[in-house]
């Protein structure tokens, strides 16, 4: 099942993707939450009724009358590794980790499919990094490696921009990390039931159709059972919380020239069984947000 945050006709509410199609959850099952968080948290017996009405042709819009929103528009914890392939830890000159290298993504640059990434005013380091992410569908703490697959709600694709500058200048790497925009996900949440094994996924990130990364998820270091086995043993991971495990080589860090993203460059990510994120670059907007 695909699940998705859309908007239409100025409403934003979650769906299910059917072939050509959106089934709007509010119109063909209105006793389900309206939003991604509070539709994973109510658990088995939400997801199941999803499935039900998916079946049917109650709420069907055409997917292309509608704009895919980021899946989960602010999750509760945005998390992410670093080198956790092994090409992307050689092409770095670092040493493979011994233990995960975690950071934090805040919330605020979730941005979704289609939606534009924002060249920084006070950088030109702008990189891009493919990634598959995982969300967590149940609030848990303690879990043990073999029982992770049940805390996963589903998959989708994270595009990990990072400012390698700031990344550098700061050594818990959150700033570089977390400008506005430089969190795009989507284009939806697959369940894990139609995943199947999630380390078994071809990945690629194409700039302007350029092939810049090619790997598989069987590649990762820390899979990502591992991942949620070392994160909720330290603190409890909520329902809608994000994780992006890791890119593999091919950055624009470690090109020679460094190939930075400019303004009109185009980043396309694959990730088979979920489907495809695309990205424009454009100048950062040069008002400032008095909120």
Known sequence: MKLATFTYEKKTGIGVVVDDSI????????E???????????GPEAMDLARKVAEGKAGRIALPKVRLEAPIQRPPEFLAIGLNYADHVAETGRDKPSFPMFFNKQSTCVTGPDAPIHLPRVSKALDYEGELGFVI??????????????????????NDVSVRDWQMRAQTMTLGKSFDTHGPIGPWIVTADEIGDPHALDLKTFVNREPRQ????????????????????????????????GTPGGVAAAMKPQKWLVAGDVVRIEIEKIGTLENRVIPEPAETALI
Do not use: K
């Open 23 to 30: 089934v709007d959850l509010a119109a063909a099952a209105p």
């Open 32 to 42: 389900l939450p309206r939003e991604m968080i509070a539709f994973l948290a109510a």
């Open 137 to 158: 569908g149940r609030r848990c703490r303690h879990v043990p490696r073999d029982r992770a697959h049940e805390v996963i709600a589903g998959y989708l694709i994270v």
């Open 214 to 245: 090619h790997s598989n998820t069987r590649n990762l270091i820390f899979d990502c059972f591992a991942q949620v086995e070392t994160l909720s043993t330290v603190f409890t991971l909520l329902p809608g919380t994000i994780v992006s495990t």
